[in-house]
């Protein structure tokens, strides 16, 4: 597994979404979640899966109308490493918001 670099929110999104889920979701239903574009989620799947954070495959279930879906998975080592980058978001995000000066009432 290789580390990503730069990471922005909306890889933090991502990975909450499939840090989520014991099942693999596919990328409409990242979208979805995440309320991010298409433009954007797609592109980060495929920079995390080249990365060896997620895998992914072809949904098998032929009963269901439509085109298949595309499931995402994190690995393991790509589950360990997206708990601690979420958690550095989280905290990050907690200290910005106690160093914010409270307005006067």
């Known amino acids: ?10 890889t933090v999104d991502v990975l909450r979404v499939l840090l989520d889920s014991d099942e ?3 990328g409409l239903e990242i979208i ?8 954007s989620v797609y592109p980060l ?11 992914s495959a072809w949904e098998a279930e032929t009963e ?3 085109p298949r879906r595309r499931m995402y998975r994190l690995t393991v080592d790509g589950a360990a490493e ?4 979420c958690a550095r978001a ?3 995000r907690t200290a910005l918001r106690s160093t914010r000066p409270r307005a006067a009432g």
């Open 1 to 10: 597994m290789e580390p990503l670099g730069r990471i922005g929110a909306a």
């Open 24 to 26: 693999p979701r596919w």
């Open 32 to 39: 979805k979640v995440t309320g991010r574009p298409s433009g």
């Open 45 to 55: 799947l495929d920079r995390l899966e080249r990365h060896g954070w997620v895998t």
């Open 64 to 66: 269901r109308r439509g």
């Open 82 to 85: 997206a708990r601690r980058v």
């Open 90 to 92: 989280t905290a990050g």
